[in-house]
Structure formats: C-alpha cells, structure tokens
C-alpha cells in the first residue's frame, strides 16, 4: 500500500507540472511543502499566490483549487489584496478553460474589493487585462481596446514596464483578432522593447511567435519564418514545452502556405508529440488536425482533409469548446463544398450559426453568412445568394462598428 501510495503522489506531482520547466518544478514542490503544513500566515498565503502563477503554464485545475485556499485564507488575514491577486490568477485559469461567467465574476469581486484603480492601479490594470481577453474572444473589441488603453495609461503612470509590455502585448493581439496586422506588429515590436528590459525571454519568444503569425496572413514568409525561428531557439534553450509545442504549430502553418507539405506535415506531428507528452493534446489537438486537414485540402486529397477534420470536431465537442466546434464545422462545410454537396455544407453552415447565435460569437457569424452566400452562389441559386450577402453586409458593418 505505502508503495502504492508513493506512485500515485508521483504520478499526481508529475501530472500538475506537465508543462514546467526543471527550475519551476523545484520551486513548485518547495512551495507545496510550505501549503502542506496548512499555515494560517503570511508566508502561507504568499505561497498560495505563488503556485497558483507557476501552475498557469501547468495545470489550470490547480489554480483554482489553490485559489479557493488562497481566497479564504487572505480573507482571514485580512490581505485583501492578495485576495484580488488569487481572483485575478483564477480568472486567467477560467480564461484558459473557456469558462467566461465564472471570469466575469471573479473579476467583477476583485474591483468591488478595490473599490477604484486609484486603490491600486497596478491590481486594477491587470484585471483589466483578463476581462479584455474575455472580450477580445467573445468578438467585443471595443470594450477590450478601451480597457487595454486605460491599463496602457496607468502602467505608464506606475512606470511598470513589464506590465506595460504585456498591456502593449495583449493591444497587438487586439489588432490581430481584428485584422489589423500592421498595427499588431507595431505593438508586438513595443511590447518586446520592455520584455528586452525586464529580460523576460518568454514572453519575447511569446511575441516573435506571435509576430509570426501577423507575417502569415500578410503573406510575408519569410519574415514569418525568421520570426518563428527567434522564438524555437528561445523555447528550446528555456525548455518551455507547451510554447515550443505551439511554436512547431505556427511553423507547419507556414510550410504549408509555402508549399513545402513534408515539412509542414513533419512540424505538425512534432507539435502533437509535445503536446501529448505534456498532457495537453485533448485540449490543444483540435486546431493542429485542422491544419494537418488543410495539407490534404491544398492537395485536393478532399476525403483525407475529411477525415482529419472529422478529427478536429471531435476533439473540440469532447472539451466543449464552441470556438473550436464551429471552426471545425467550418471547414467540413467547406469541403462538402469542394465535393459539390452544397445541401450538407448549408446544413452545416446552419450548425455553425446556431452555435455562434447560443455563445454570441457574433464575429465568427461574419464569415458564416459570407459562406453561405458562397455556397449559394456555386449552387446556382443567385436569388438566395443575394440575401445572404445582404446579410453579410449588414452583420459585417454592425459587428465592426460596435
């Protein structure tokens, strides 16, 4: 049984630091022997605070177990806050599990603590970066900018150039989701500037994976490519595996769109491998079999890109994550298209709008109205073509204006 006993609790720590590096790991078990006395003090609840910041790039169940401790236990102390920075952690953890109502109201209780950001400035811009995170997915892009300027005024302010960086950060991936791909490597390259200063490698690898991904869609490869490369030698000296794994995602993506398909199919395994050694590919599989289903889609291989698309859906249904759902959904529409099942690509077209109705994903429906003005237009029904572009039009100029 004790031998028993010591698998399992090896098996537990190995599980919660999956994604660690050896340096965190070795702090991460120093701070649970502390939690593990059950202190009711300040270097207790220091170290609640701690694990559940090491344990984002971890295990995200944990942040919120940690956090619940940590919660109660600043509220006996009367740190509040320390009990704001517990909410805040949690609800970057709710963040990465989609969990958006639980998000809201861990945000909503730490400013009704800090009453204004005058209280503490530095609390209240960071708050401000979850929720605008939180926004930024939902497709409100208004309400993201406006509290991603106010974090931007009081970093400068407090003169936290870290924060700053990552306020600067977060206003270029604001851009990108918005298209804007010029303005987004304007801020990616001032958010750098500060992580140059603060030294936080990371977070620069973080930025040229991201630059990256600008130079894609501006059809740039060979920036995109150089910028990719900065960031795999940063992640392989610093052993960041689940940003290593994603960084082997983006580098497919571009061999694909050089037509180098080996190498693209080559990058992407190596991406699902990482994953699954770190356990994340149950929740990070989907947009990878997307690509690898849009090597066979470029090769005209249309039941192969099926197949791993097919793939991708179930993955995204089993985590119940309705960005991934629909964006799977999608590209089956798109190939029953290919194949000239224009009816199976409405009816999915029609699943993809139910979804984004349900979850307000109202950016997302963009590009579903315009698919199924296409769809319509190759059927040969140009009446019905035509009133699904007005709707286009309409829906396109509604949701960019908001």
């Not at 398909?261 to 699954?276: G, Q, T």
């Amino acid at each position: 049984m004790k031998i028993l006993t010591a698998l399992l609790l090896t098996f537990l720590f190995t599980l919660s630091n999956c994604c660690l590096n050896g340096q965190d790991e070795v702090r991460v078990k120093e701070l649970e022997e502390i939690i593990g006395k059950n202190g009711k003090d300040i270097t207790t609840l220091d170290a609640l605070i701690e694990i559940m910041e090491k344990q984002l790039q971890g295990n995200v169940s944990l942040v919120k177990n940690y956090g619940y401790k940590a919660v109660i236990l600043a509220r006996e102390l009367n740190q509040k806050e320390q009990e704001v920075r517990a909410y805040y952690i949690m609800a970057e953890a709710f963040f990465i599990a989609h969990q958006f109502d639980s998000l809201k109201i861990l945000v909503d209780k730490g400013r009704e603590i800090l009453s204004d950001e005058k209280t503490n400035p530095a609390l209240w811009g960071v708050l401000n970066h979850v929720e605008s995170a939180m926004y930024t997915k939902e497709g409100k892009f208004t309400l993201a900018d406006e509290l991603l300027r106010q974090s931007q005024r009081i970093f400068t302010m407090v003169g936290d150039e870290c924060e700053l960086g990552s306020t600067l950060y977060r206003i270029g991936a604001l851009a990108f989701s918005n298209n804007n791909y010029d303005s987004a490597i304007y801020y990616f390259i001032e958010a750098n500037k500060k992580y140059t200063i603060c030294g936080d490698s990371a977070q620069i690898a973080k930025v040229y994976s991201n630059t990256s991904k600008c130079y894609i869609n501006l059809k740039d490869y060979q920036q995109a490519l150089s910028n990719c490369l900065k960031a795999e030698r940063i992640y392989t000296r610093f052993k960041k595996k689940k940003s290593e794994a994603n960084n082997f995602n983006i580098l497919g993506q571009i061999y694909v769109m050089i037509n180098k398909f080996d190498s693209a199919y080559y990058y992407f395994n190596k991406s699902i491998a990482l994953f699954d050694s770190i356990g994340l590919l149950k929740s990070q599989g989907a947009h990878i079999y997307i690509n690898i289903g849009n090597i066979f889609f470029a090769k005209e291989d249309y039941d192969k890109a099926f197949e791993y698309f097919s793939l991708a859906n179930r993955m995204a249904t089993e985590i119940n994550d309705p960005h991934q759902i629909v964006s799977t959904i999608k590209n089956l529409a798109v190939t029953y298209e290919r194949r000239g099942e224009y009816d199976k690509a409405l009816k999915m077209y029609d699943t993809c709008l139910m979804i984004e109705k349900k979850y307000e994903l109202n950016h997302k429906m963009i590009l579903t109205y315009f698919n199924i003005y296409r769809t319509w237009a190759l059927k040969g029904d140009y009446k019905k073509a035509y009133e699904y572009q007005e709707i286009y039009n309409s829906w396109k100029d509604s949701v960019y204006n908001l």
